[in-house]
């Protein structure tokens, strides 16, 4: 039987550690048992992460992406304890600097290429984030499937399905992704996923606005391009938003995008259809 000066000394005891006294509580008969809890996990929302990859590194000033800053924080705090971010740069901005920090993270994990440029992919995410983070609203670009003879992710695919929906025809693509090279006009933007060239032929001014828009609608930074901007035929030009595969190029193409210009070297000003933006994620949610 526990004596109540015995009692009284481990209450006191518990108070001086910080652990609650009733944690270390017995009744008659039984063995005091501690209690233990465990803090739960900062959590890093991915879709957050991702948008703030694309916009800030484009961004004239250090504005931070609504919404980010926590997520980002955690994800800078992973990598400065790997050595890989100077404490001065652990600020919520996903800025250049952290970009070149979660790339050589990305190789330090035997990727390489556009699995290595500093936009952050699921699988490394979670690693980064072991014991330190958990990671929500994932996004996936899905498998590489055929479509118009074309190579697209089943995430843009699906983009495109929903953007046919709302129209009411079908699209037919011209220029798909996963092309290094193909195309020297295109800058490389195709050459990761994501990123798809419709076809206009035999639409008029009124209906290639149209399904500029309806591409927005559903999570696309989409343009009507014309042959007085680049060595190009008229065409869309169309970036699936948050797709975890866009190249370097397609990925500031995205966030100027955000920062209401045209996607083009010049970065002059956006000439689509202005509507609210949203990734394909965010669109889903809201039907």
């Not at 020297?184 to 290639?208: C, E, F, L, N, Y």
Request: aromatic content about 8%; proline content about 5%; some cysteine.
């Amino acid at each position: 039987m526990r004596r109540p000066w015995f009692i009284a000394g481990l209450a006191a005891l518990c108070m001086a550690v910080g652990v609650p006294a009733h944690a270390w509580a017995a009744t008659p008969g039984t063995t005091a048992q501690r209690t233990v809890t465990t803090a739960a996990l900062p959590v890093v929302d991915m879709e957050a992460v991702i948008l703030a990859a694309q916009i800030d590194p484009r961004r004239a000033d250090n504005t931070l992406t609504p919404g980010a800053k926590n997520s980002v924080l955690a994800v800078e705090q992973a990598l400065q304890a790997r050595n890989l971010l100077n404490a001065q740069w652990v600020d919520g901005y996903f800025g250049t600097t952290t970009i070149t920090a979660y790339a050589a993270y990305q190789r330090s994990l035997g990727y390489s290429g556009l699995d290595a440029n500093g936009l952050p992919g699921t699988t490394s995410l979670t690693k980064l984030g072991e014991n330190r983070y958990t990671v929500v609203n994932t996004i996936s670009p899905g498998a590489k499937v055929q479509r118009d003879g074309y190579v697209v992710n089943t995430r843009t695919q699906a983009m495109l399905a929903e953007a046919q929906r709302l129209l009411g025809y079908t699209l037919v693509l011209d220029q798909g992704s996963y092309n290094p090279g193909g195309d020297p006009t295109s800058a490389g933007t195709h050459d990761g996923g994501g990123v798809v060239d419709i076809a206009v032929t035999g639409m008029t001014a009124a209906k290639r606005t149209d399904v500029a828009r309806a591409l927005r609608q559903v999570g696309f930074a989409a343009w009507v391009r014309n042959p007085s901007q680049g060595d190009w035929p008229w065409h869309i030009h169309a970036v699936a938003i948050s797709d975890t595969d866009l190249s370097s190029q397609a990925q500031h193409q995205a966030g100027d995008y955000y920062l209401g210009m045209n996607g083009l070297a010049n970065r002059g000003p956006d000439d689509g259809p202005r509507i609210p933006i949203k990734t394909w994620e965010q669109y889903q949610r809201g039907q």
